[in-house]
């Protein structure tokens, strides 16, 4: 759901809670006589008549954008193509892993994030997030990802990339495994 819908289901869910607690008094038949005294202040009053209006206006329209709200598409679970023998499915997710293998391969990255997206007008994408150790040029070590992975893909997959975007988050070593020692007796 869009942001913008978000929020307004929050004031919707909101503006319906502020009006049915009200109408929850005179339902259980608590404070009658205090109930009937402030509706009738409500219905004498043109100031309270006219938010009471505007109230539900907004719930009403609210409450038809919701109905007829649709769900968004989920984005494409896998590419599918055909051969001489049928029809052939790669999920996007083998795409993402393959990618973040061949990028772990290389000295010098980890932390390896990997976002791939296909679209008809601008390709084959893949986005990715990548720690670096600073032990090497990082433009040329992304430069290395960027080619090893369109590579890596296009031959595994037979699918051609357009682009392959890296952003370095961190300049940080690799991180060691502890040492395991043991103890003397």
Do not use: C
Request: overall charge neutral; glycine content about 6%; charged content about 25%.
């Amino acid at each position: 759901m869009p942001g913008v819908d978000h929020w307004l289901l929050k004031l919707y869910a909101l503006l319906v809670l502020l009006l049915a607690l009200p109408l929850l008094v005179p339902a259980l038949g608590l404070f009658e006589t205090q109930v009937y005294d402030a509706l009738g202040f409500l219905y004498q009053s043109l100031t309270m008549k006219l938010i009471l209006l505007g109230a539900l206006i907004i719930l009403i329209v609210l409450g038809f954008r919701f109905l007829f709200l649709r769900r968004e598409r989920r984005r494409e679970s896998a590419l599918a193509g055909r051969n001489e023998y049928g029809e052939t499915r790669i999920a996007l997710s083998t795409f993402e892993h393959l990618a973040q293998k061949t990028t772990q391969k290389i000295p010098g990255a980890h932390d390896v994030a990997v976002r791939f997206e296909p679209s008809e007008v601008d390709g084959y994408q893949f986005f990715i997030k990548v720690g670096v150790d600073g032990e090497q040029s990082i433009p040329e070590l992304i430069e290395r990802i960027q080619a090893e992975v369109k590579s890596k893909v296009e031959a595994v997959t037979g699918v051609e990339i357009a682009k392959v975007s890296v952003l370095v988050h961190e300049v940080a070593p690799k991180e060691a495994p502890p040492a395991h020692s043991r103890r003397v007796r």
